[in-house]
């Protein structure tokens, strides 16, 4: 029922409460998981005992165990996977029935019926487009074969199924869907807060007069940079697919004053990573730090720390930004670079570094 995972080190019953009433407190007065949990809870209890009342007391179906069954597990994360969930399920249980009456009417071994029929429906299970409900092809033909179903209730079976799968799918998508803005919009600070420091972390390296020592620090941190951005991507994916088929997806909470930014600090990572690059080639070759221009990796450091300032602003307030002093400071930059006075090696180094920082510019001015 519950797809999302907690961060690591909380604990059990939620990140820094200890008690179960201190948990149920702050699922009252704080949104968060454990009012999401609270939320998914008492709509996968709804849903259960909606679809086994509705069964029993409305089709009067025997035995329908099935249908609050399917009802909770398609009490999903986002609406989008209920349905798609309902889909799939109705059709492996589908899959399951047909392939259980035909082996219960052809085999007359149930044992020989019932090694058949996982074995076949555990491949068919496999398809693709059953997703992770393949495998109940395979299970619900052996509960059916292993209970001696009788072929007259197959059909019971596959509508209670459907019927549990249905009322599950639309309580999730009519009573409080589910929606988590709060992610993109952390992973966005997350990933400004980071960026930014790690632009003035290599500003510093640009200005040293000999290769760094720290390089192998700085690179680690590029690394952890890089674990942020695929984080942040991984947030826009899962927030998008919360607003499908929600209800709610016009909701402030929905996130999408966060989406722009967001994308927008994803798309400054190709440039980043080139410029990791050219730095960390340059620091190999010590005449790349020592012969550049002293003023020179001054203007290219002070530009760096100005993208770095503007990264910083998008991430915490969205707002458009002025981006009129890096550019002055890159024409002077390109200047030099059409210009050079200090050798074909010290221009190469200044370029290579240059490149990027320019991408890094436009990509913020399209901001």
């Known amino acids: ?57 409305v089709l009067h179906l025997p035995q329908p165990f099935l249908a609050p069954y399917a009802a909770v597990f398609l009490v999903e994360a986002t609406v989008y996977r209920s349905v798609r969930g309902w889909a799939q399920q109705v059709g492996a249980v589908a899959a399951g ?16 019926a019932l090694g058949l029929v996982v074995f076949l ?13 393949g495998i109940w ?21 596959l509508i209670e199924t459907a019927l549990g799968a249905a009322i599950g799918a639309l309580v999730n998508a009519l009573v409080y869907p589910p929606l988590f ?45 890089r674990s942020l951005v695929t984080a942040a991507a991984d947030a826009v994916r899962q927030t998008r697919e919360e607003r499908v088929l929600n209800l709610r997806r016009r909701h402030p909470r929905s996130g999408h004053d966060h989406d722009r930014r ?56 969205g707002h458009p930004v002025d981006l009129d002093h890096g550019r002055a400071l890159l024409a002077e930059l390109e200047r030099r670079l059409a210009a050079p006075d200090d050798g074909v090696t010290a221009a190469l180094g200044l370029g290579a570094m240059t490149l990027p920082v320019r991408h890094l510019l436009e990509r913020l001015g399209r901001w």
């Open 1 to 57: 029922m519950d797809q999302t995972t907690s961060a690591a080190g909380d604990d059990i019953l939620g990140q820094g409460v200890r008690t179960p009433l201190g948990w149920l407190t702050r699922a009252f007065r704080v949104p968060g998981r454990e009012r999401y949990v609270l939320v998914q809870a008492a709509k996968a209890t709804l849903a259960a005992t909606g679809a086994w009342l509705l069964a029993t007391s």
């Open 262 to 317: 967001t994308e927008t600090l994803i798309e400054l990572w190709p440039p980043i990573e080139q410029l990791v690059g050219a730095i960390r080639t340059a620091s190999q070759h010590e005449e790349t730090f020592v012969l550049p221009w002293p003023d020179a990796r001054a203007a290219l450091a002070d530009l760096i720390e100005t993208l770095g300032d503007v990264v910083r602003a998008v991430g915490t307030t």
């Open 137 to 157: 092809v395979g299970v619900t033909g052996m509960l059916l074969i292993a209970y001696g179903t009788p072929t007259v209730l197959l059909g019971d079976r």
């Open 181 to 225: 803005g709060q992610r993109i919009a952390a992973a966005a600070g997350r990933l400004a807060t980071a960026m930014a420091a790690f632009l003035d972390a290599t500003a510093g390296l640009i200005r040293a007069e000999e290769p760094p020592d720290d390089v192998e620090d700085w690179l680690g941190e590029a690394r952890e940079l």
């Open 97 to 112: 029935v047909v392939l259980a009456g035909v082996a219960g009417q052809l085999i007359p071994w149930p044992a020989v």
């Open 121 to 133: 429906g555990l491949l068919a299970g496999s398809w693709r487009r059953f997703g992770e409900s």
